[in-house]
């Protein structure tokens, strides 16, 4: 017979809250068995399923999103249309990670050179400071929804 874990052992075991693993089943994310008197007791693919949605969190998908696109392994027959779309969806998460890493190493490079510069302010790094300042700024203006040249002022009464 398969071991099955009251709340309070999978919190221990996956340093989740019982809080945190009520809502899950809440939600229908993770839904453990019940016993007679009620209580949730949860099967080794249960604590399989938490592990990965701890993964999944920790990769930034959202709780939605792992329910929404990552229950497939639950499915009794594999969807090969289904598998296509998830495919896409990863790809597309990873492409959106990859963003935020660019422009956190851009962040990065902008504070080492900051803080450089104030430890030895020197006309060559307050220009080199400048220059990325402004690299930033355009890729910023990029990214940015374009202001109407009017601005604010043209909307008052």
């Not at 899950?24 to 007679?36: A, F, H, K, L, N």
């Amino acid at each position: 017979m398969e071991k099955l874990y009251s709340i309070q052992e999978v919190s221990k075991i996956l340093g989740i809250s019982k809080d945190t693993l009520r809502y899950y089943d809440r939600i229908g994310i993770v839904t453990p068995s019940r016993e007679e008197n009620r209580y949730r007791t949860y099967s080794k693919n249960d604590l399989i399923d938490l592990m990965n949605i701890q993964i999944m969190q920790y990769a930034d998908f959202s709780l939605e999103e792992i329910r929404g696109k990552l229950n497939f392994h639950k499915m009794d027959n594999i969807d090969p249309a289904y598998c296509k779309e998830v495919a896409e969806f990863l790809d597309a998460k990873n492409a959106e990670i990859r963003r935020k890493v660019a422009h956190l190493e851009k962040v990065s490079r902008l504070l080492d050179v900051a803080a450089e510069t104030l430890r030895d302010f020197n006309n060559e790094r307050d220009q080199n400071l400048k220059k990325i300042v402004r690299e930033i700024y355009k890729n910023i203006q990029k990214e940015e929804v374009e202001i109407p040249k009017e601005g604010c002022g043209e909307h008052q009464s």
